[in-house]
């Protein structure tokens, strides 16, 4: 990641010598040669016509929100707006950059800076600009968009400490997005026509860019980009210097509503560590203090996303929402991005310091941005969890303090359109509602973030090769990445937010103070009480920081370039103490790692090991902190319920590079390392009212019929409103979808097609939490009952869990398909599974004439041991007295959830037989279920019903990659839980365009995409929808010498000869024979095509070692069930009277005795007779169009439509046909039985009737 500075910068600070004006002209002549480098390599070339049409509708659409009502906050639309001022469906969405990437693309930053300079300069009585969005963040308390007056509180808007902080930012930021992109495209029209298209091209993707202060290895901590007090940019005049908009900005003129809450004494500028005389920022302390505090950074978010934790714990910095999670020591995307507003406004006094001045520093947004990218990574790390419910930690302008929220609170100000619509976290779930997402997350998935962090914020992963022992400029120890056996250490800190007027910062030592500090204490400050009052450093020259220049920084006199400096935890106030008027204390808790130091500590042979026994002694001699704030060092003592600890946990290292390491495990308190040290004794935080959270569900928000609903720490405590739902603005999303051919064209009438909206294809780049949704839809779902299956559907063979034992699993269009003992069996073990009563909601079981049709009246499928080829074999083994507890693994069904218009989103249920728990036949089920069903025609696929407390599903549904949308709320009444109702979950899965199921072509259009810029010959506009989609998942790399070039899907290649698909496939395969899922999961690993675990079956049928093993075990097999069926014959069963004749010609029947049991309907004279009777057209032969036989029972149908008990279940035809010789009707179970059978073990078929005559008695 190693970037350098982009050429096109230039520092003119103040040039006062012959040799500095030399040097700026050399700048501007070095920068004019770029951007006509630029002009013509930054970007490819487009349509003049369809880009002025595109930015013009787009810079008509953004004044036109402003304009009418409440503003439409919607980020950048590509597709233009509708009525209402929210984006069409179809807008793309572009990335959001680093500062320093987007510096690279010479024309975008130009315009950036441009649009920057030309937003700060807006009229301040514009609501969109930069002082009037900035302000709704803190100062000056006054409305904004059209928020009621008086605000609720004399505050403002912005809810640090509270469970919506992360959500809130994000249309915050969009606004001020969109406000910005207005500013750019007011600044192309003034460009020359001819010089337009230009930067048109540049702006078509310019989005607000980000600063990652935790990465390292990428140039300076903060970017000379911000830090430059002028810029060399090209205007329409030509190249120019201009003060840089990213180093401050200016008020001109200090508005009196901001008031003189600061030390600045209404100073026109933003400050960043001010010094005095002349009073000015000094960027170069700010640039070492994030040196010295980046291994820190980085660390911290490092173990954050290790952590693991729900993704509304993590994004507050608020301790009420984060008690309960790995022992309370986890840390905060808000604590961390504390840190960074302290280091960079200062002690002494710069805005960022003060929570409601900060917004008004540039390096405000592109700081945000960063926080917003890491939590919207974290999503996917997390994916099923969202924002936890939590309480107002303090008055703010639109909320009183104690108010609970949720995901379905209105975010004010924030408006999603005209009419006052206000925004909530459910809206803006995925970034690409407001028309931006980040590199780490184009893909969308686990896999691709998982890597980017490891990559950027894994200790020891740039420099894994070097010697373990490796430091940084600062003497810090770079860090290793986490070892077997290792522990993860940090330092925790408690603290009260509004404590003090102002922030404060803790800063972490190991080790002995270095030479030129004589003290415990090496700050530059004098130690104060912290209830000293604030003294202005702008009014004095007194302190170190009194330099002339910038460049008079010295390190020397700084402890935080110390070797043994760990980092520092900010905890970031506001310009008054207690919060604006709150009349609690507002607690947060985050922690700051040691790992990295201690591993340091470890390398040079000062610490044993990272073991807390090791660990422990170690910090109580070497640990020591001290707490700085405006006024100097603090006196920890002397904070409000300020108190720090030292916490350790188990490190499990990564499974993979894919994967991240574990620290998840609860966290524990290693007392000794800090019981001498000031407020580091042993304490055991009490959760106040505020602290605790009304349910952390979606589902509480809503009182129950009777009036009764959850207690509010508000009532009677804190203003009202006590409830969520109270709130104005509340508003539960409702989710519109959408279902198009894959044209894009509405498939039902009554969707309003004026509209004309173009659904955003392709349906599988369609998030869930999406309120609009488009999917496509196949065929007619599901086929007519006993019609021909659909192409693709047939039996299939899978590897069981042990890897060696084959199964095949069948399908089924009717019940008559099934052999009735098969049948039977089947609804004897849903019948023990219901009366567990743990899984299933019925309470009483299925009778036989009822399984039928509710198993397999749509379609269903049986898992049976062994490969079997089609459905005469099946009946087969039917003819041969199969033991289907044996035999038989489970089945499932597929049936529509929903009648109708909604028909094409199916159900599912699943049963794993007794004898096969452990063998992960449920698994294999699973990935056949979502095979097959979409081949049905289905799109969606809804679980209506999993409880919770039935773990193995839960995971099942979790790895195949189904979305938990919905909890029921106590809903089961389940056995194993006595007096306790336990919850079920909704699980949904999108079944739409999958990349499993892309065709080949398709990778060759997607090929051309990328290498011409153009679309196919003869694209549509879908096809062109889906090309554009598909661009930001796969990427294009030239190949080698003469090989062409290599197609990428999220970091695997895409093959899509079918001839090279084999080849590797083989080439895998034969290096360890494994089965089918064994050699597929191989394969995925590396390389990406349609259909592989096909190619793999193909591969494994022709393999000649694998074929000798499956014959092998086919014929152990076959001579069972022969030895069974001799068994049985030879006790007067099964009689035979030729045993020579033709499989399809009819046995005599054995004379009945009356001291013998009856035939069985499964015997093999009986079985011979109906295949008989289907070959003389007794009935028709199941469709050949599902290229297999599959035989049907007419007697199992008759039954089912007479709805008969099974004791008048009609006999099969060869049964009839013994009725018509004189012998008895076998139909029905009370027939005289051989007491003899008393004397030896039932038969698996005469068991199977002892069942269901069981079974029966509950009709």
């Not at 590199?439 to 914020?457: G, W």
């Not at 700051?592 to 000062?606: I, N």
């Not at 003592?637 to 499974?655: E, G, Q, R, Y």
């Not at 086929?783 to 299956?789: A, E, F, H, V």
């Amino acid at each position: 990641m190693g970037h350098h500075e982009p050429s096109t910068m230039a520092n003119f600070s103040k040039p006062a010598s012959l040799l500095t004006v030399l040097f700026t002209l050399f700048a501007l002549l070095q920068f004019t040669v770029a951007f006509q480098h630029g002009a013509h390599h930054a970007h490819p070339a487009r349509s003049d016509a369809e880009l002025q049409e595109h930015l013009d509708k787009i810079n008509g659409e953004l004044t036109k929100r402003q304009s009418q009502g409440t503003i439409a906050i919607a980020g950048v639309c590509s597709a233009g707006v509708n009525s209402n001022g929210q984006c069409n469906s179809g807008s793309t969405a572009s990335p959001r950059l680093e500062v320093r990437e987007m510096a690279r693309n010479s024309d975008q930053f130009n315009l950036f800076l441009l649009g920057m300079e030309r937003f700060q300069a807006k009229d301040k009585s514009d609501p969109l600009s930069y002082y009037q969005i900035a302000g709704v963040h803190g100062h000056p308390f006054v409305s904004w968009n059209r928020f009621p007056t008086p605000l609720v509180n004399q505050a403002g808007f912005c809810p640090h400490a509270t469970t919506l902080f992360a959500p809130w930012h994000r249309p915050y930021l969009a606004v001020f997005e969109q406000a910005l992109f207005l500013s750019v495209n007011e600044v192309i029209s003034q460009f020359p026509a001819n010089q337009q298209q230009r930067w048109r091209n540049a702006a078509s993707t310019l989005r607000l860019p980000y600063w990652d202060w935790a990465s390292t290895g990428n140039g300076p901590a903060v970017p000379t980009m911000l830090r430059d007090q002028t810029v060399g940019v090209m205007k329409p005049q030509g190249p120019v210097a201009i003060p840089n908009p990213l180093y401050k900005y200016s008020w001109g003129t200090y508005p009196a509503e901001m008031g003189n809450s600061g030390p600045w004494n209404n100073f026109p500028d933003t400050l960043r560590r001010p010094v005095a005389n002349p009073t000015r920022s000094n960027n170069n302390e700010m640039n070492a203090r994030f040196e010295a505090m980046r291994l820190s950074l980085r660390d911290r978010v490092f173990a954050l996303f290790a952590s693991k934790a729900p993704w509304g714990d993590v994004t507050s910095a608020a301790i009420g929402a984060r008690t309960a999670v790995s022992g309370g020591g986890v840390d905060s995307f808000e604590s961390i991005h504390d840190a960074i507003h302290n280091a960079a406004g200062g002690e002494s006094g710069g805005h960022m310091y003060y929570l409601d001045q900060s917004a008004f520093d540039p390096i405000f947004w592109l700081h945000h941005a960063n926080v917003d990218r890491l939590a919207d990574m974290y999503h996917y790390i997390t994916p099923n969890t969202w924002m936890a419910n939590g309480n107002v930690m303090h008055p703010m302008a639109q909320w009183n303090q104690g108010e609970p929220k949720n995901a379905y609170s209105p975010l004010k100000p924030f408006t999603k359109d005209q009419s006052g619509t206000y925004f909530t976290a459910m809206d803006i779930k995925d970034t690409r509602t407001l028309g931006y997402y980040y590199p780490e997350t184009s893909d969308r998935s686990y896999q691709q973030v998982a890597q980017a962090v490891t990559r950027q914020y894994g200790a020891g992963v740039r420099s894994i090769t070097k010697r373990d022992d490796s430091v940084g400029p600062t003497g810090q120890y770079q860090g290793r990445p986490i070892k077997e056996g290792d522990y993860h250490t940090v330092l925790a800190v408690i603290a009260d937010k509004y404590a003090i007027s102002g922030s404060y910062t803790v800063h972490c030592f190991i080790g002995k103070p270095d030479n030129n500090s004589t003290t415990n204490s090496t700050a530059p400050y004098p130690i104060a009480n912290s209830t000293a009052s604030a003294t202005s450093p702008l009014s004095t020259g007194t302190s170190p920081y009194s330099n002339n220049t910038e460049a008079d920084y010295d390190p020397s006199t700084d402890y935080t370039q110390y070797s043994n400096y760990v980092g520092s935890y900010g905890i970031l106030g506001s310009s008054m103490k207690g919060g604006s008027n709150s009349s609690q204390p507002v607690m947060t808790k985050g922690s700051l790692p040691l790992t990295s130091c201690l591993q340091g500590k470890e390398a040079k042979g000062e610490l044993e090991s990272l073991r807390p026994e090791h660990v422990e002694p170690y910090l109580k001699e070497n640990l020591y902190y001290k707490v700085v704030g405006v006024n100097g060092e603090i006196d920890p003592d002397t904070l409000p319920n300020f108190h720090i600890s030292v916490m350790c946990n188990p490190a499990k290292p990564a499974a993979s590079p894919d994967e991240l390491p574990d620290l998840s495990a609860p966290l524990q308190v290693l007392p000794d390392a800090t019981a001498h040290l000031p407020a580091g004794k042993p304490f055991t935080y009490v959760p106040s009212a505020l602290d605790i959270p009304l349910p952390d569900t979606p589902e509480y928000t809503e009182p129950s019929s009777d009036g009764t609903r959850p207690q509010s720490p508000s009532n009677g405590v804190f203003p009202y409103p006590s409830m969520p739902w109270e709130e104005s603005g509340y508003c539960v999303s409702k989710q519109t979808v959408e279902y198009v051919d894959p044209q894009g064209n509405f498939l039902y009438s009554s969707i309003p097609i004026a509209l004309a909206r173009p659904p955003a294809m392709p349906a599988m780049l369609d998030d869930p939490s999406a309120p609009v949704i488009y999917r496509t839809s196949g065929d007619v779902p599901y086929p007519p009952p006993g019609g021909p299956l659909p192409v693709g559907i047939a039996p299939c063979q899978v590897i069981l869990r042990d890897r060696v034992t084959t199964a095949t699993i069948i399908p089924f269009s009717a019940p008559n398909q099934v052999p009735l003992t098969l049948l039977a069996y089947l609804c004897d073990q849903l019948g023990r599974e219901i009366e567990k009563g743990d899984t299933y909601p019925m309470v009483e079981p299925l009778a036989l004439n009822d399984f039928g049709p509710y198993w397999f009246g749509v379609f269903g499928a049986i898992m049976l041991l062994g490969e079997i080829q089609d459905g005469r074999a099946l009946y087969e083994m039917a003819r041969q007295g199969c033991d289907w507890e044996r035999e038989c693994l489970g089945s499932f069904c597929i049936k529509p959830n929903y009648p109708g218009r909604s028909s094409h989103v199916c159900n599912g249920a699943f049963l794993v037989t007794d004898a096969s728990r452990n063998r992960g036949v449920g698994r294999l089920m699973g990935e056949t279920y979502l095979d097959w069903a979409p081949k049905l025609g289905y799109t969606y696929s809804v679980f209506n019903l999993v409880y919770e407390t039935n773990i193995a599903s839960c995971r099942i549904w979790d790895a195949l990659g189904f979305k938990r949308i919905g909890r029921v709320k106590g809903c089961g009444n389940l056995k194993s839980y006595p007096g306790e109702l336990v919850d079920a979950i909704i699980y949904g899965r999108d079944l739409g365009q999958d990349d499993e199921f892309v065709s080949e072509e398709r990778f060759d259009k997607i090929r051309f995409y990328l290498k011409n810029g153009k679309y196919p010959n003869g694209a549509d506009r879908a096809e062109k929808s889906r090309l554009r989609s598909a661009a930001t998942h796969y990427k294009l790399t030239p190949g080698k010498d003469d090989e062409a070039d290599k197609l990428w899907l999220k970091g695997k290649e895409v093959i899509a000869d079918p001839k090279q698909q084999y080849e590797l496939a083989r080439e895998i395969h034969h290096k360890q024979h494994g089965g089918i899922n064994k050699t597929t999961a191989a394969i995925a690993e590396t390389y990406h095509w349609v259909r592989i675990k096909e190619t793999v079956s193909q591969v494994i049928r022709n393999c000649p070692v694998c074929s000798e093993m499956n014959k092998g075990l086919s014929a152990i097999r076959q001579g069972q069930n022969q030895a069974r069926a001799e068994g049985r014959s030879s006790s007067g069963f099964m009689q035979s009277t030729n045993n020579t004749q033709s499989p399809l010609t009819p046995t005599p029947p054995s004379l009945f005795s009356p001291s013998l049991p009856p035939p069985r309907s499964d015997s093999p004279s009986s079985q011979l007779q109906l295949e008989a009777a289907q070959h003389r057209g007794s009935f028709a032969q199941f469709s050949p169009h599902n290229r297999y036989d599959m035989p049907v029972d007419p007697a199992l149908m008759e039954g089912v439509q007479a709805g008969n008990s099974l004791a008048d279940l009609p006999p099969s035809p060869f049964l009839a046909a013994q009725g018509a010789n004189g012998l008895p009707h076998l139909g029905h179970v009370e027939q005289r039985v051989d007491p003899s059978l008393n004397e030896r073990a039932a038969t698996a078929a005469e068991e199977m009737r002892r069942r269901l005559s069981r079974t029966n008695q509950y009709n």
